[in-house]
């Protein structure tokens, strides 16, 4: 499980999202700051940016999960 304030720290860390979070870019549509955190607002409800540190163990826990795949052939 990552926290909010680990996720925040990662994605001030990823050198991809580095401007963004820290202001040196504006941030533009679709993107936007939620509660601290940047994310992905073209869907409902937004979406976090998953910084590239976390990438990996998300996927593995959105993929993982019992309830995701497909059922039958």
């Known amino acids: 499980m990552v926290t909010k304030n680990q ?24 993107y936007q700051m939620k509660d601290g955190i940047l994310c992905y607002v073209k869907y409902h409800p937004p979406v976090l940016v998953i910084p590239l540190s976390y990438q990996d163990q998300f996927i593995k826990a959105i993929h993982d999960h019992p309830m995701s795949g497909h059922f039958g052939s």
Do not use: C, N, R
């Open 7 to 30: 996720l925040v720290k990662a994605q001030l860390e990823d050198p991809s999202l580095h401007d963004m979070m820290t202001g040196t870019k504006m941030i533009k549509y679709p």
